[in-house]
T-cell receptor
Framework: AQTVTQSQPEMSVQEAETVTLSCTYD???????LFWYKQPPSRQMILVIR??????QNATENRFSVNFQKAAKSFSLKISDSQLGDTAMYFC??????????FGTGTLLAVQP | DTGVSQNPRHKITKRGQNVTFRCDPI?????LYWYRQTLGQGPEFLTY????????KSRLLSDRFSAERPKGSFSTLEIQRTEQGDSAMYLC??????????????FGPGTRLTVL
């Protein structure tokens, strides 16, 4: 099955602290892409970061970085210096040759002041 | 470029009625996607257009669902004879045609459908 699994339904972190969200996936494709999307309470999905599977270097975008372990099919998101505006649902997603995105069930992150 | 827009934002209907949603993608994006998101779940793929051609449909898209993208611009998603199980957020996304094969998808705000 071509699935994406997020095993943490909810996470909480103190403002300015670091938090890591987990994601594992399954695929039979060699060329694929991984994404983390953020869905704030207003519910518009926003791309946070992406990773091409053929790249060994982990992607980073300001306070957001990933730990991509291709052999383990693991793709975790690290948020450093957490801010109140980071409070949202975070979805891990996989894309590939079929163009559609396959999403996990999401992790609700609450940043506490 | 104002992003992907969807109308209406909310729709309440009675079971058995037909509803139609509209999605306007980002200009020049030739790919358009529809997803359905139920409470507590991630979005699930419904269908995908490249220009005006509908290239893929999910098993989730029953015979009561039809999507069109005339002229390769905006798209409509129609649900006939709505059922309570159709209650969900319907998300539209678009992506540009790039030389690379990855497709960063830009999402609209969604249409929340409630079937009474």
């Amino acid at each position: 099955a071509q699935t994406v699994t997020q095993s943490q339904p909810e996470m909480s972190v103190q403002e300015a602290e670091t938090v890591t969200l987990s994601c594992t996936y399954d695929t039979s494709e060699n060329n694929y892409y991984l994404f983390w999307y953020k869905q704030p309470p207003s519910r518009q999905m926003i791309l946070v970061i992406r990773q091409e599977a053929y790249k060994q270097q982990n992607a980073t975008e300001n306070r957001f970085s990933v730990n991509f372990q291709k052999a383990a099919k693991s793709f975790s998101l690290k948020i450093s210096d957490s801010q109140l505006g980071d409070t949202a649902m975070y979805f891990c997603a996989r894309g590939g040759a079929t163009n559609k995105l396959i999403f996990g069930t999401g992790t609700l992150l609450a940043v506490q002041p | 470029d104002t992003g992907v827009s969807q109308n209406p934002r909310h729709k309440i209907t009675k079971r058995g009625q037909n509803v139609t949603f509209r999605c306007d993608p980002i200009s020049e994006h030739n790919r358009l996607y529809w997803y359905r998101q139920t409470l507590g779940q991630g979005p699930e793929f419904l269908t995908y257009f490249q220009n005006e051609a509908q290239l893929e449909k999910s098993r989730l898209l029953s015979d009561r669902f039809s999507a069109e993208r005339p002229k390769g611009s905006f798209s409509t998603l129609e649900i006939q004879r709505t059922e309570q199980g159709d209650s969900a957020m319907y998300l539209c996304a678009s992506s540009p045609r790039l030389a690379r094969s990855y497709n960063e998808q830009f999402f609209g705000p969604g249409t929340r459908l409630t079937v009474l």
